[in-house]
C-alpha cells in the first residue's frame, strides 16, 4: 500500500543501494531508481518495485558530474510529484597504499563519494525548504569513518569528512523539520551472499571472524537501517550516523587477515599460533615465575 511518501536512492541498480530502494518501496514509498553504467539490472530493480504496487521511475547520470545530484532530485520531484526522503547512496571504494596513491583516484573518491552526495543533499534540502516537506536526508558513509584500516586513507578521510557533513547539514535544516542522518556499513556481502557461494569467496569465506556477531552484513541489513531512519519511529533522531556492522568497529577490528599484517607485525604469528598451546605455555611460564620469584602480584 502506498503510503503517499516518495524517495530517491542514488546508485540503486545494485548492491545496498538496490537493497534500500527495494525496502522503501516495501514500505509504500514511491521510487525513484538511479543508476549511472547498469541499465539492465536498474531495469530489473524497477521492475520488482513496481512489483510492489509503488509507482517508480528510472533516473540515470553519474554524479560524479556536478550537474547532476541536483537534476536527479528535479527531475524526481518532476516524476513523482515531491521527494520526502533523499538517499545519496552512490559511490566506489577505491584503496590505495600510501606510496601509490595516484591523483585520478582522489579526484574521483572526491567527485563521487564526496562531493556528489553533498550537492545531491543540498539541492534536496532546497526542495524540502521551499516546499515546506519535513523530510529525511539519508547518506550512505562506512565504519572506516570511525576505525582507520590500512590503504584507505582517501577513501576513509572523505567517509570520515561526510560523517562531519552530516552533522552540520543537521544543525542548517533542524529547524525546517528536515533530519540529516547516516548509515556507515561494515563488511557487507554483496558480491556472492548466497551461503554456497560465500563459503567459496576468498574474502567473505572469511571475513566473519573478524566480526563480534561472527556473520557477514547483507545488504538487506542496511535497507532496514534506512527504512528506520526515513520513518516516523525515527522522528527525534538528526545529526547521527548508525553503525551497521555486527560490532566491528565497537572493537576497532580490522576487516582481514591482510590489514593485520600491515598494521602488526604478525605474520609469522599467525602461523604458530595456536590458543591450546599458549594457553599451556602461559601455565608453564606462571609456574615458572613462582618458582623463581615466590608469589608475586601485578
Not at 514511491?30 to 533516473?59: K, M, T
Not at 577513501?155 to 535544516?173: C, M, P, Q, T, W
Not at 557477514?216 to 548508525?242: K, M, P, R
Amino acid at each position: 500500500m502506498r503510503n503517499g511518501k516518495v524517495a530517491l536512492v542514488t546508485g540503486s541498480s545494485t548492491g545496498i543501494g538496490a537493497a534500500v530502494v527495494k525496502a522503501l518501496a516495501k514500505e509504500g514509498y514511491d521510487v525513484a531508481v538511479h543508476y549511472n553504467r547498469s541499465p539492465e539490472r536498474a531495469q530489473e530493480v524497477l521492475e520488482e518495485v513496481r512489483s510492489y504496487g509503488v509507482n517508480a521511475v528510472l533516473l540515470q547520470g553519474d554524479t560524479s558530474d556536478p550537474e547532476v545530484p541536483a537534476r536527479l532530485v528535479r527531475e524526481t520531484v518532476e516524476k513523482l510529484g515531491r521527494l520526502d526522503v533523499d538517499v545519496n547512496n552512490a559511490g566506489i571504494t577505491r584503496m590505495s597504499r600510501t606510496r601509490e596513491i595516484q591523483v585520478e583516484v582522489m579526484d574521483q573518491l572526491y567527485a563521487l563519494n564526496f562531493r556528489g552526495m553533498i550537492l545531491g543533499a543540498q539541492e534536496a534540502a532546497k526542495y524540502m525548504v521551499e516546499n515546506e516537506v519535513k523530510g529525511s536526508i539519508i547518506f550512505n558513509t562506512s565504519i572506516r569513518a570511525f576505525n582507520p584500516h590500512s590503504s584507505d586513507a582517501i577513501y576513509g578521510g572523505l567517509k570520515a569528512g561526510l560523517n562531519r557533513v552530516i552533522e552540520s547539514f543537521a544543525i542548517d535544516l533542524g529547524r525546517y523539520g528536515i533530519r540529516v542522518n547516516g548509515f556507515s556499513p561494515g563488511i557487507i556481502n554483496v558480491r556472492s551472499p548466497k551461503p554456497e557461494d560465500e563459503a567459496l569467496n576468498p574474502f567473505y569465506g572469511n571475513s566473519a571472524r573478524f566480526v563480534p556477531l561472527r556473520r557477514n552484513g547483507y545488504a538487506e541489513d542496511l535497507g532496514g537501517t534506512v527504512v528506520f531512519l526515513a520513518s516516523d519511529a525515527a522522528s527525534y533522531i538528526t545529526g547521527q550516523v548508525i553503525r551497521v556492522d555486527g560490532g566491528l568497529s565497537v572493537v576497532g577490528g580490522s576487516e582481514n587477515i591482510g590489514d593485520l599484517f600491515d598494521i602488526y607485525d604478525v605474520r609469522e604469528l599467525a602461523k604458530e599460533y595456536d590458543p591450546q598451546q599458549y594457553r599451556q605455555k602461559h601455565r608453564e611460564f606462571e609456574e615458572y615465575l613462582r618458582e623463581k620469584y615466590g608469589n608475586y602480584q601485578h
